[in-house]
T-cell receptor
Framework: AQKVTQAQTEISVVEKEDVTLDCVYE???????LFWYKQPPSGELVFLIR??????QNEISGRYSWNFQKSTSSFNFTITASQVVDSAVYFC??????????????FGQGTRLTINP | EPEVTQTPSHQVTQMGQEVILRCVPI?????FYWYRQILGQKVEFLVS????????KSEIFDDQFSVERPDGSNFTLKIRSTKLEDSAMYFC????????????FGQGTRLTVV
């Protein structure tokens, strides 16, 4: 069975601090994709990144960076120099191929990140 | 930038009533999905739809639920007889291909059953 665990339910930091959100996943598939989505207070789900199981290169996009480690089944997300606008719930998700090949996202419980001014 | 559009943004309905949640996926996408998020909880897969038929459904997606693509643009989720526990945010999503592209989500429809 596929599973995503985000052990940190809530994190609160002061603006400009760096913060890392943890994500651990379980799957028996050899081909899979990992995602991070942001859910701001307005409620929509905003796509942040996709990473496939064959690409373990870390990625940096502005203040955001992602560390994918297959050996520990982790896909952690770091925000550098956090800002108040980063306050949101962040979801890690695992994409597996369901029946007939359609994508099916399995989400973690989410981490509520609060950045205090 | 193309986006997935959902209507209405908020729907209040009485228990036992039927509701239809509507979605317009991104035009060149082939796969369509519904997900549900009960307040404060994680996002859960309900159903995937491809080539005018259901590809997969979760155990949540029981006989009270149905999906349809009535024309070339809309994708709907119908709940026949709503229950209090159906209160949730419902997200529609679409993707171009299967595994190797991200699903783009709509802004959600908040369904409140009273």
């Amino acid at each position: 069975a596929q599973k995503v665990t985000q052990a940190q339910t809530e994190i609160s930091v002061v603006e400009k601090e760096d913060v890392t959100l943890d994500c651990v996943y379980e799957t028996r598939d050899t081909t899979y994709y990992l995602f991070w989505y942001k859910q701001p207070p307005s409620g929509e789900l905003v796509f942040l990144i996709r990473r496939n199981s064959f690409d373990e290169q870390n990625e940096i996009s502005g203040r955001y960076s992602w560390n994918f480690q297959k050996s520990t089944s982790s896909f952690n997300f770091t925000i550098t120099a956090s800002q108040v606008v980063d306050s949101a719930v962040y979801f890690c998700a695992l994409s597996t191929s369901g029946e007939k090949g359609a994508q099916k996202l399995v989400f973690g419980q989410g981490t509520r990140l609060t950045i205090n001014p | 930038e193309p986006e997935v559009t959902q209507t209405p943004s908020h729907q209040v309905t009485q228990m036992g009533q039927e509701v239809i949640l509507r979605c317009v996926p991104i035009s060149n996408h082939l796969y369509f999905y519904w997900y549900r998020q009960i307040l404060g909880q994680k996002v859960e897969f309900l159903v995937s739809f491809y080539n005018n038929e259901i590809s997969e459904k979760s155990e949540i997606f029981d006989d009270q639920f149905s999906v349809e693509r009535p024309d070339g643009s809309n994708f709907t989720l119908k709940i026949r007889s709503t229950k209090l526990e159906d209160s949730a945010m419902y997200f529609c999503a679409s993707s171009e291909y299967r595994l190797n592209t991200e699903a783009f989500f709509g802004q959600g429809t908040r369904l409140t059953v009273v």
